[in-house]
Every structure is written in structure tokens, then in C-alpha cells.
């Protein structure tokens, strides 16, 4: 494994976390700050890197699923 990749495997660990609540939490109040700390990161740098590697906010993420479970 590339020293380049690691950050990346462990940004793609920390939001499989956070997506995995997310799924398991729609009818809950899904705070930015919590998510974050379920990422282990700062509530800035976590919200960048969710941004850049899965396209949309994780307001847009939320909003997303809750309308397509409706």
C-alpha cells in the first residue's frame, strides 16, 4: 500500500461509520457536531472531506434518504 493512499483508506473508515448512523438514525436529530465526532474528526475538516469524496453535504445526505424512504 502507498503512503499517498493511507490518509484516504482511513477517511473511507470514518465515513462508513458516519454513514452507517446516518442509515440507522434518519428519525433522529442528525447534528453536525455529533457526526463528527463519530468521524473522529474536527466538525470543519470532516465536513470538507465528506463533501469532496461523496459529492453532496451530509444535510443533503440526510435530506436525500428521508425522501427516498418516504
Do not use: F, Q
Not at 20 to 49: F, K, N, Q, T, V
Amino acid at each position: 500500500m502507498s503512503d499517498l493512499n493511507y490518509p484516504w483508506i482511513t477517511y473511507e473508515k470514518r465515513l462508513k461509520r458516519v454513514t452507517d448512523h446516518i442509515h440507522g438514525h434518519l428519525d433522529d436529530e442528525l447534528d453536525l457536531e455529533r457526526l463528527a465526532e463519530i468521524a473522529c474528526m474536527s466538525a470543519y475538516h470532516w465536513h470538507r472531506i465528506y463533501r469532496a469524496v461523496l459529492g453532496e453535504t451530509p444535510a443533503m445526505t440526510v435530506k436525500r434518504l428521508r425522501l427516498h424512504r418516504a
